[in-house]
């Protein structure tokens, strides 16, 4: 059984930084292309980042510029580090692990199998 657990979220002011790690045990980690989501209150779910297997990577036009999609196969872990943080940034950010062995990113939830539970990220004004 896959786990995703995430962590780094947390209160900060615009302009902040943040850095989101999400570990994976379960699978081999490195077959498969890894997501970060992020869902703000009363929004749909969204891609904001995600990375295949040979560490191509793909952002929304939010984020582009401002955040980082990395990922260590050796420790089995995918990190999203976030600057230049803005209060439209706040969501609880999500974690997600593709078990298709395609090599392309999606940006759809659906495509994606495995969740971890979420972790809050504010940035106040």
């Known amino acids: 059984q896959v786990q995703l657990v995430e962590s780094g979220g947390g209160l900060v002011q615009a302009g902040d930084s943040l850095r989101l790690s999400c570990a994976a045990s379960?699978?081999?980690?490195?077959?498969?292309?890894m997501g970060w989501f992020r869902q703000g209150p009363g929004k749909a779910r969204e891609l904001v980042a995600g990375?295949?297997?040979?560490?191509?990577?793909y952002y929304s036009d939010s984020v582009k510029g401002r955040f980082t999609i990395s990922r260590d196969n050796t420790k089995n872990t995918v990190h999203l580090q976030m600057n230049s943080l803005k209060p439209e940034d706040t969501a609880d950010y999500y974690c997600?692990?593709?078990?298709?062995?395609?090599?392309?990113?999606?940006?759809?939830?659906?495509?994606?199998?495995?969740w971890g539970q979420g972790t809050q990220v504010t940035v106040s004004t």
């Open positions: 997600a692990l593709r078990q298709d062995p395609s090599y392309s990113i999606s940006s759809s939830r659906y495509a994606y199998d495995y």
């Open positions: 379960g699978r081999t980690f490195s077959n498969h292309g």
């Open positions: 990375v295949n297997q040979n560490s191509m990577t």
